[in-house]
Nanobody, 119 residues
Framework: QVQLVESGGGLVQPGGSLRLSCAASGSIFSINAMGWYRQAPGKQRELVAAITSGGTTNYADSVKRRFTISRDNAKNTVYLQMNSLKPEDTAVYYC?????????????WGQGTQVTVSS
């Protein structure tokens, strides 16, 4: 089992920045990828960014060049640096980890943290 604890959400003005953190505990040896999803009201949950155990990163087109995912292995923590935030980035952001390349049976989720981008 993997436990994920998120922090860093909040209210920010358009053009501002936030950094989300996600600390993993439990069976961290099994994790092969971590990342962030987000879900806005009335919309489906979507992948924002992911990083594999090998260091490969992937980003949604809507956040590419603005968001950066990184990790600190010593702290078992991943970060999402969000710059140039837009109102459409407003959503609940969920940390995610996967211990299988082929099945979501081994996906784990954080509790979610609200990000609101508004003047």
């Amino acid at each position: 089992q993997v436990q994920l604890v998120e922090s860093g959400g909040g209210l920010v003005q358009p053009g501002g920045s936030l950094r989300l953190s996600c600390a993993a505990s439990g069976s961290i040896f099994s994790i092969n990828a971590m990342g962030w999803y987000r879900q806005a009201p009335g919309k489906q949950r979507e992948l924002v960014a992911a990083i594999t155990s090998g260091g490969t990163t992937n980003y949604a087109d809507s956040v590419k060049r603005r968001f950066t995912i990184s990790r600190d292995n010593a702290k078992n923590t991943v970060y999402l640096q969000m710059n140039s935030l837009k109102p459409e980035d407003t959503a609940v952001y969920y940390c995610w980890s996967s211990s299988s390349w082929y099945s979501d049976e081994y996906d784990y989720w954080g509790q979610g943290t609200q990000v609101t981008v508004s003047s």
